[in-house]
């Protein structure tokens, strides 16, 4: 069975650029979230999706968006890009909502803002 | 709010001995989930295990197992026979609460496994 796919592994943009990252959920998983790590902030949250539905978002500027498909496949976009956006970008995927369900990372995008 | 305090910034085990990382949390909610993942220098976070707060039994995943204190808010993971592949760093996190299903992390505990 097939993990959590993130793409690109890495990224380097400019300043004022935008930015698209791509996660693919473990096959029957129908909720995808997302995540940003910093050293200086640690581990926070930005969105998730649940079956095309934004269903939580976190404390984040309106430049950070994301979706998700009919096939569970989720986006994050970035525009305008700052520098204070270089981190480690990790998507989460779980088969349902609940408090309980275990959620299974991909690598993560490492972007990085010049 | 929810928050999750991991209060060692860095460990040291040698080889083949068991080690315990702390983590404490604050929820006013009943329902929860607690979680531990592994993040190595690669960045990929790995999951380790889970303890539901409604679970009666402490969690256990091989090497790994989960002492869950409901009363004291604790939820330590213990490794046992550490290994030079568990040096990494190590994350407790929650989900429930106000953050619904949303994971709250800790600010985790860089694992040193020395042989």
């Known amino acids: 069975k097939a993990g959590v796919t993130q793409t690109p592994r890495y990224l380097i943009k400019t300043r004022g650029q935008q930015v698209t990252l791509s996660c693919s959920p473990i096959s029957g998983h129908r909720s995808v979230s997302w995540y940003q790590q910093t050293p200086g902030q640690g581990l926070q949250f930005l969105f998730e999706y649940f079956s095309e539905t934004q269903r939580n978002k976190g404390n984040f500027p309106g430049r950070f968006s994301g979706r998700q498909f009919s096939n569970s496949r989720s986006e994050m976009n970035v525009s305008t890009l700052e520098l204070g956006d270089s981190a480690l970008y990790l998507c989460?995927?779980?088969?349902?909502?609940?408090?309980?369900?275990?959620?299974?990372f991909g690598q993560g995008t490492r972007l990085t803002v010049v | 709010a929810q928050k999750i305090t991991q209060t060692q910034p860095g460990m040291f085990v040698q080889e083949k001995e068991a080690v315990t990382l702390d983590c404490t949390y604050d929820?006013?909610?009943?329902?929860?989930?607690l979680f531990w993942y592994k993040q190595p220098s690669s960045g990929e976070m790995i999951f380790l295990i889970y303890q539901g707060s409604y679970d009666q039994q402490n969690a256990t995943e091989g090497r790994y197992s989960l002492n869950f204190q409901k009363a004291r808010k604790s939820a330590n993971l213990v490794i046992s026979a550490s290994q030079l592949g568990d040096s990494a760093m190590y994350f407790c996190a929650m989900r429930g609460g106000r953050g619904g299903s949303r994971l709250t992390f800790g600010e985790g505990t860089q694992l040193t496994v020395n042989p």
């Open positions: 989460a995927s779980s088969s349902s909502i609940g408090r309980g369900t275990e959620a299974f």
């Open positions: 929820t006013s909610d009943p329902s929860y989930g």
